[in-house]
């Protein structure tokens, strides 16, 4: 049975940082893709980046390249997303995901229904 729990979210004024955690428990090894998605209420959820720990390679939407930063540590089972330069259109509930196949992550974007396992989520708030 996979857990994961998201923690860091808050309020920051715009150009302001936060870093969010995924601590996962369970099947939750480096073998799986892991990623965070985001959500506005009336909206579906849209991924934001990706990471497969077994090598480190990574992937971002184009609305956060260069302000986001995915990692994990691995002997920790966490994964991070710092966030940089926020905007308020960054306001949104974040939730990390693992996917239920080993392997590499899908290419592009990622996409919530590629994923198996979600988080509670954090709300992250961003205000101008």
């Known amino acids: 049975q996979v857990r994961l729990v998201e923690s860091g979210g808050g309020s920051v004024q715009a150009g302001g940082a936060l870093r969010l955690s995924c601590a996962g428990s369970g099947n939750t090894d480096s073998a799986y893709c892991m990623g965070w998605f985001r959500q506005i209420p009336g909206k579906q959820r849209e991924g934001v980046a990706a990471i497969y720990p077994g090598d480190g390679s990574t992937y971002y939407d184009d609305s956060v390249k260069g302000r986001f930063t995915i990692s994990q540590d691995n002997a920790k089972n966490t994964v991070y997303l710092q966030m940089d330069s926020l905007k308020p259109e960054d306001t949104a509930m974040y939730y990390c995901?693992?996917?239920?196949?080993?392997?590499?992550?899908?290419?592009?974007?990622?996409?919530?229904?590629?994923?198996?396992?979600w988080g509670q989520g954090t709300q992250v708030t961003v205000s101008s």
């Open positions: 995901a693992i996917r239920g196949f080993v392997g590499r992550c899908p290419p592009g974007k990622p996409q919530p229904s590629a994923y198996g396992s």
